[in-house]
């Protein structure tokens, strides 16, 4: 690795997701504003939304204070990192303040961000929508300002075509037109009354898609965040136009929106490109392990549900699709395959080392008995230890974080985290091969690793105190698989 590309291919790789979060090598695509934990209340949840009035837009309303934006960017980054998400897809808010601080401070951590002014004219608060004109002026020199600077990407982005009107909707077409190099991010079909009042809203289009496809924001490099309760016509019109989907089965869990179609998206006849995404606080956690692990739950369940045994086993999700889901396919769902998502060859080195231990104490023990002397024989004890992390492991897991050629993983819930050469068992993991449109779950694991202790020394653990990280004095050992070395090539 040489100027924070790959030189060659490793043998142990990395992980990317899409915070729609969707996915870093993680790509995690976030839907919501940075804000963290807003929506999560002791109180009965609401469903979408009366959740949107009651808590999302009285909290995005703060981010007009540049102070609180900065402040809450970092924190949002924070826990991205501490995730081992490296790259994500977010929304902002209507207030230019908020984009500018999240592009800044990605560009300090060096990490690369898709984002964009949020564009709402109706049915939100007085003071928080942002008029057509506005939208279309603030976004003009935001676009100029960010896109493609350094590792930034710009995303034109109608936070829903609910919350627009045909007005704001017009100023995203003029945008793309003029600008037809950015990416575009909003949310589709996500619940069922949000998709009966869009007939009403929009009523000279046939369906959710139409409304993006009447004004010309339908193909490649459009996310549309959930696609709960598309009809097997706009699957096949998004798969025909290049256009993705971003899955957030924590969100759809959590605010009750649905259960999305996994088998259906991934039709071979017509399968639609998908990042995983958190969607951070709709969704109620920030790792991509732990979407992985709703995501298999949504699967199953739908697998019970239907009559169709080919679209029922493809909701299944085994441990390779899944990580391949949140490394490259989340990146190729982004577009941004070329740049990241493996360790192929003059990408950019972004990757997580995670600890196969890594979650409650009960994962160390249960991992213990798949792999005694921690040397995987075959690919399929391999897929076992993968599996205990996506269903059990959680931040804990994320040894190290890696963006370009650094070390940026941070401190998080008081506890120290190591930045460089952790001291645990860990898998160094990566998807090998994309796929195609045929075998959307081919996938294979380069090689996976186990790291010696090593004690850091008094200048190591000065220099990361200066940089805001934190580095033990000693490394630590995780029960379980035993940190020996290991590998597995791919067949």
Same mark, same amino acid.
């Given at each position: ?11 142990t790789p990395m992980g990317c997701w899409s915070s729609r979060t969707a996915g870093s090598p993680t790509s995690a695509r976030m839907t ?16 979408? &939304? #009366?959740? &949107? ?44 303040? +908020?984009?500018?601080? $999240? ?20 049915? =939100? ?20 300002? /960010? ?5 930034? %990407?710009? +995303?034109?982005?109608? !936070? ?7 007005? &704001? ?42 409304? /993006?496809?009447?004004?010309? %924001? ?11 309760? *598309? ?12 256009? +993705? ?60 549900? &239907? ?6 086993? !493809?909701?299944? *999700?085994? =441990? /390779? ?6 490394? $490259?396919?989340? +990146? ?6 070329? $740049? ?42 391999? =897929?076992?230890?993968?599996?205990? *992390? ?54 294979? $694991? ?24 934190? %580095? #033990? ?19």
């Amino acid at each position: 690795m040489s100027d924070g590309r790959v030189k060659r291919r490793a043998s142990t790789p990395m992980g990317c997701w899409s915070s729609r979060t969707a996915g870093s090598p993680t790509s995690a695509r976030m839907t919501r504003s940075p804000r963290g934990t807003q929506g999560w209340s002791s109180r009965p949840s609401e469903h979408l &939304l #009366p959740w &949107l009035q009651k808590w999302v837009f009285p909290e995005e309303i703060k981010f007009k204070d540049r102070a609180y934006a900065r402040e809450a960017a970092g924190r949002f980054f924070d826990n991205l990192l501490a995730s081992g998400t490296t790259t994500c897809q977010a929304f902002t808010t209507t207030a230019s303040a +908020a984009t500018e601080e $999240l592009f800044d401070e990605a560009a300090r951590r060096n990490m690369r961000l898709i984002a964009g002014l949020t564009g709402i004219d109706r049915l =939100a608060p007085a003071d928080y929508a942002l008029s057509a004109e506005n939208f279309y002026r603030d976004s003009k020199r935001l676009i100029e300002r /960010y896109h493609r600077q350094g590792r930034g %990407l710009y +995303a034109i982005t109608p !936070r829903n075509a609910h919350v627009s009107t045909p007005d &704001l909707m017009a100023a995203c077409e003029r945008l793309k037109r003029e600008h037809p190099d950015c990416w575009v991010n909003t949310h589709l079909s996500e619940t069922i009354g949000e998709r009966e009042e869009m007939r009403a809203l929009y009523p000279d289009s046939a369906d959710y898609l139409a409304v /993006y496809e009447k004004y010309g %924001l339908v193909g490649p490099k459009f996310s549309g965040g959930h696609g709960v309760w *598309l009809s097997d016509d706009e699957f096949r019109r998004l798969s025909a136009s290049g256009g +993705a989907i971003t899955f957030c089965p924590c969100s759809n869990l959590f605010l009750g929106s649905g259960l999305f179609r996994l088998g259906r998206a991934t039709d071979p006849a017509r399968r639609v490109r998908l990042s995983f995404g958190s969607d951070v606080g709709g969704g109620n956690r920030f790792s991509m392990l732990n979407v992985l692990d709703d995501a298999y739950k949504i699967g199953m369940v739908n697998n019970a549900m &239907l009559d169709d045994p080919a679209e029922a086993e !493809r909701n299944k *999700l085994s =441990a /390779y699709r899944g990580f391949w889901s949140i490394t $490259l396919g989340g +990146a190729e769902g982004l577009y941004i395959d070329d $740049l990241v998502g493996n360790f192929a060859p003059g990408k950019e080195a972004d990757f997580v080392v995670l600890d196969c231990n890594g979650g409650p104490p009960a994962l160390a023990w249960r991992q213990s008995l798949i792999v005694e002397d921690g040397k995987p024989p075959t690919l399929e004890q391999a =897929a076992d230890l993968l599996f205990g *992390l996506m269903t059990v492991g959680d931040d804990r897991a994320i040894e190290q974080t890696w963006a370009i050629d650094s070390t940026i993983k941070h401190v998080m819930s008081g506890r120290r985290r190591q930045s460089t050469r952790p001291g645990s068992s860990c898998l160094r993991t990566t998807s090998g091969s994309a796929g195609s449109s045929s075998q959307p779950q081919s996938s294979t $694991l380069w090689g996976i690793s186990a790291l010696p202790t090593r004690r850091s020394t008094r200048r190591e653990r000065k220099s990361s105190r200066r940089r805001g990280q934190h %580095l #033990p004095a000693s490394g630590r050992r995780s029960r379980g698989v035993p940190a020996a070395p290991m590998y597995l090539n791919p067949a």
